[in-house]
């Protein structure tokens, strides 16, 4: 059934309902244990609402994350280990998020040492990471430096990876990606419009991205394209839009780190982009839902892929987190993808398989995941959310709620949330 509601009253009611959704699948949730394949949950299990279009099984992309990570523990192990749940982090690193001096004070007389620290004033946050006294695992020494420090706000600095990949054997490499409907890529932008991207580097001279303004952030300012930022950010374009577009990886191994994303979601801040996508996941952590909810706070809309480790797989972060505008990803015939996450944390859907998405050193290939739905999603509510603002903000939400294509139960659900975006142009 769909829901098309055109008065305002009914406007009212939808904008009640997304306001009225309680705070689900919060910092301290169940985690996926990555080290064994047999503990990935949801893997091998019949999906909800299976729908295997595309040339790519599955799979593969279900086990992307996993396969990441095992990747990285196991290239890096100098830069990057597994917490207690298996997510990778930094190696001897822990972050504290707005410490009193006298919090400090005490973890360096326990042998632990500051190696960096940045005020993050647009946040209302302090970001100080500690390097662990030697001799100690780092899960150990979190655990003492929150028992003797009970009021410590103290988590590891986890890393983030992308939500998505090509398909294979799809690179076009004479194709130029065309305009959206009603887009005029030609004039650079006239207007203040701005739509945020935190992911690995874009390459800003891409075909696809010409009569976009593309103003980067992070790396000490060297460009570091990557093939994930580049494709995601082309999906992304809006006519007369500016792209901020935040590298939180710099081609590092151990990039994408939560203190990394929280300093990119501060410049986000500063420059007030209205709305920002994130097309990562991982784990739950305090300074990355700090920094979240710092900026909801604002006024800001966050949008994030919900991940693609199995529809029974635990929440994955920061889609999950109150507040966010969760994305999940269908098929051509508008079925959900067989590896998307599913629960309360969905709450639009929108194309994620057979999407033309910019290749790196010119040309597209076909893409798969949540990560190439959300930036369509965020794109959509950049042109109806200007500046910051709470009220704002919420209506936009609203707004896209009620013309949304309900797909699955009638009202909000746990597979396609409020519904499908943009599904007259399938």
Known sequence: ??????????????????????????????????????????????????????????????????TTVRDLLRKHSDLIEADPHGEPVRRAELVLVSPAPEVVQAAQALGFVVLREENLPELDLRQVVLRVPPGQTTARALVALRQTQPSVDADYNHIYTASGMAEPDTVRASAVLAPRAGSNPAPAPTTA?????????????????????????????????????????????????????ADVYCGQPAGGAAEDVASALAWMARERVP?????????????????????????????????????????????????????????????????????????????????????????TTSVRGTSFAS??????????????????????????AATAKDLGAVGRDPIYGWGLVDADKL
Request: glycine share 12%; aromatic share 2%; proline share 8%.
């Open 193 to 245: 419009l701005r739509v945020g991207l935190v992911d690995s580097g874009v390459e800003a001279q891409h075909a696809a991205l010409r009569g976009t303004t593309v103003r980067p952030w992070g790396c000490q300012g060297k460009s570091n394209p990557s093939e994930h930022g580049t494709a995601v950010a082309s999906l992304m374009r809006v006519s007369g839009a500016a792209l901020y577009a």
């Open 375 to 400: 930036p369509r999603v965020a794109a959509v509510l950049s042109q109806q959310l200007p500046e910051p603002d709470v009220a704002a903000a919420q209506a936009a939400v609203a707004r896209l």
């Open 1 to 66: 059934m769909n829901m098309f509601f055109t008065s305002r009253a009914c406007l009212g009611c939808v904008l009640m309902c997304v306001l009225s959704i309680p705070a689900q699948a919060q910092l301290g949730g169940p985690r996926l244990n990555l080290p064994g394949l047999s503990n990935l949950p949801g893997l091998g299990r019949l999906p909800l609402q299976p729908a295997l279009d595309g040339a790519m099984s599955a799979v593969p992309l279900q086990q992307l994350r996993l």
């Open 275 to 363: 709305v920002i996508n994130i097309s990562l996941v991982g784990p739950a952590n305090r300074l990355l839902e700090r920094s979240v909810q710092a900026l909801v706070r604002k006024g800001h809309l966050v949008v994030a892929a919900v991940g693609n480790d199995g529809p029974a797989a635990p929440p994955l972060y920061p889609a999950s987190y109150a507040g966010v505008v969760g994305v999940t990803g269908v098929s051509g015939s508008q079925r959900v993808l067989p590896e998307a996450a599913q629960g309360p944390q969905v709450m639009f859907a929108a194309l994620g398989v057979q999407r033309d998405a910019a290749q790196m050193g010119g040309g």
